[in-house]
């Protein structure tokens, strides 16, 4: 009888394999079964929120069904993260998530709700939002080596504004200073407005700074480009060079990824990887994603996995280096 109640139980584990596989291959052939919800951690009206609206509009008529974006703002985009962290596993609700919500909030905030790689699968990253370092037309360095040369010749006696401490913009001023082995003083305003709006008065020399939010002053003359802080250069402005042409390693690449729920079946996530794909080949989505200064960078599921791999090493120096901390 035990033997035999072994051999049933073994036929049994035999059997449960194709069930399992057959039973996601038909939740994928019958998805989606209910409307999809695109998930935005930030308020709406951001850059988050426009490209998830759009790609929802693209979404819905692919695959034939609903699509809805819903915002889900509070503590710098943590609460929405973990809110889809903790969502079914069935493809019916999504992420769009910046880079800084992914890969820096896990060691700026000291209670963090969610892990980025654990309880995430990737899609697919979506496009790639350019930063760069602008000054004042009336700061004497004209390039990027003309600055460090600067910083080091009156340590100390530079400041460059941020959106607020911890925030990207302040992040890649530390970068900066450590590769450049520089001392330039951070100082921090409420907002990226604020912060590039003082910079263009004179009040301060320096900023680091989104492309849509600093290239309108750049383009009239009350800012000059140093350089993009992305690894290549953006084809949104490729006349500016890369911070990394004259220091190699310096660029941090600010991105919007699509994420669904760890153990989201892999028929699903496939789908949802060719449609987007589809759609962000078209001009119109291009065309979209560069009036908000963000440039269409689709590519697979394990290039966003790996992104994010390096992403978490490159911001976890940064930020301890910053000694930035939020609660």
């Given at each position: 009888m035990n033997s035999r109640r072994t051999l049933i139980t073994g036929g049994a584990c035999l059997a449960a394999a194709p069930f399992m596989w057959s039973s996601a291959a038909r939740a994928a052939d019958a998805y989606p079964s209910k409307v999809i919800t695109i998930l935005v951690p930030q308020t709406p009206g951001g850059a988050n929120d426009i490209i998830a609206r759009a790609l929802a509009q693209k979404l819905a008529a692919a695959i034939g069904g609903a699509v809805i974006v819903e915002n889900k703002p509070g503590a710098g985009g943590n609460v929405g993260t973990a809110y889809v962290a903790r969502a079914p596993?069935?493809?019916h609700t999504l992420l769009l998530n910046a880079q800084s919500v992914q890969t820096i909030?896990?060691?700026?905030?000291?209670?963090v709700?969610?892990?980025?790689?654990?309880?995430f699968e990737p899609i697919m990253v979506v496009g790639v939002a350019p930063y760069m370092l602008a000054v004042n037309p009336a700061f004497p360095a004209k390039n990027l080596r003309e600055l460090v040369a600067l910083a080091k010749a009156q340590?100390?006696?530079i400041n460059y504004a941020s959106a607020g401490n911890g925030t990207v913009n302040h992040l890649l001023g530390e970068m900066l200073k450590t590769a450049a082995g520089i001392d330039i003083v951070h100082v921090p305003y409420r907002g990226a407005a604020a912060a590039a709006t003082d910079?263009?008065?004179?009040q301060l020399p320096m900023t680091f700074g989104s492309f849509p939010g600093l290239m309108p002053f750049v383009r009239n003359g009350q800012l000059r480009?140093?350089?993009v802080?992305?690894?290549?250069?953006?084809?949104?402005?490729?006349?500016?060079?890369?911070?990394?042409?004259?220091?190699?390693?310096?660029?941090?690449?600010?991105?919007?990824g699509l994420f669904a729920p760890a153990g989201t079946p892999r028929e699903i996530i496939t789908r949802l990887h060719l449609e987007i794909s589809k759609a962000m080949e078209g001009a119109d989505m291009k065309e979209r994603l560069a009036g908000l200064g963000v440039?269409?960078?689709?590519?697979?599921?394990?290039q966003l996995a790996s992104l994010m791999r390096d992403d978490l090493v490159r911001w976890a120096k940064i930020v301890k280096d910053s000694g930035a901390q939020l609660d």
């Open positions: 596993k069935d493809g909030n896990p060691f700026l905030y000291r209670n709700p969610f892990d980025p790689v654990k309880d340590p100390g006696k910079v263009v008065a004179g480009a140093l350089g802080c992305t690894e290549k250069r953006t084809q949104l402005a490729p006349e500016l060079p890369t911070l990394a042409e004259t220091i190699p390693g310096l660029y941090a690449n600010a991105w919007y440039e269409a960078a689709p590519g697979t599921p394990a």
